[in-house]
């Protein structure tokens, strides 16, 4: 009687550990959902925020061929960063086709999913110029990118402040290079005025796939510039406002060039 007794109580337990798991896993199976989240005809790199209020909802992605990413996949390109409330999603290089988003919201009443391509960051590494010799700045900077892509990029003299903010620039010359590579040149600064205390800033432009990326560089020492063809400015001028009769009467006779008779 005893051994039937202990048989009937480890019985029931094993039914209600057994209907506890098979509930656990209807809830879960129930909460998990899947939509189309974007279709895309290339290859692009994507950005994707999930928002959320109260937990950490459960995501992943399927790529048009079946592979499945999600946080801690094994030999997953896919990086994520979680902050309060935000998780972001990067996927390099994602194929064409239909992306799916499959996910479980748990507690939160809702998530928000929003999604954009990107572009990898391009950083000029180094700007170098070398000492100013007739009118000629020589230059040579690196720019770095994830691949090897051609770039646009634009040399000025900068005027700044003392937290060194640009206040003004001139553009000297444009060109273009390559990501990767040392790219060298020549600087005329013959169109500059003469002034104590100018920059060379390097500006970058690259497109990739579709979407422009930039980035900017300030050269560390300053350089001043004498322009002997720089004409002289007007040191005596004479100027009458009459404002009875709205008008204004500048006379630099004593300028001028050619004296005209009447």
């Known amino acids: 009687m005893r051994l039937f007794k ?12 057994s209907a506890l798991v098979f509930v656990s896993s209807f809830t879960v199976l129930a909460e998990l959902k899947s939509d189309i989240l974007f279709t895309i005809s290339e290859t692009k790199n994507m950005a994707i925020t999930v928002s959320y209020s109260t937990e950490v909802p459960t995501i992943s992605f399927i790529a048009p061929n079946g592979e499945k990413f999600y946080d801690g996949a ?3 390109k896919m990086s994520v960063e979680y902050t309060d409330g935000v998780i972001y999603y990067l996927i390099p290089k994602a194929m064409p086709g239909d992306w799916t988003i499959e996910y479980d919201k748990l507690s939160n009443p809702t998530i928000d999913v929003t999604y954009a391509p990107y572009a990898e960051a391009v950083e000029i590494e180094s700007f170098i ?4 010799k007739n009118d000629t700045a020589n230059i040579s900077f690196d720019v770095s990118y994830i691949d090897n892509l051609e770039f646009e ?12 903010t640009v206040t003004g620039q001139k553009e000297l010359m444009r060109g273009s290079g390559t990501t990767n590579k040392t790219t060298s040149a020549r600087v005329d600064l013959s169109s500059l005025s003469s002034y104590d205390n100018y920059r060379l800033m390097l500006e970058v432009y690259l497109n990739s796939g579709g979407i422009e990326v930039f980035d900017t560089m300030l050269a560390e020492e300053s350089f001043s510039y004498d322009n002997n063809r720089e004409p002289k400015g007007i040191n005596d001028f004479y100027a009458e406002i009459n404002l009875t009769e709205e008008s204004l009467l500048i006379d630099w006779s004593s300028e001028s060039v050619y004296n005209c008779q009447e």
Do not use: M, Q
């Open 6 to 17: 202990y048989i009937r109580k480890c019985l029931l337990f094993f039914l209600i550990v």
């Open 74 to 76: 094994p030999g997953n």
């Open 153 to 164: 990029y634009i040399v000025s003299a900068a005027i700044t402040d003392e937290d060194s």
């Open 129 to 132: 110029i070398e000492p100013i």
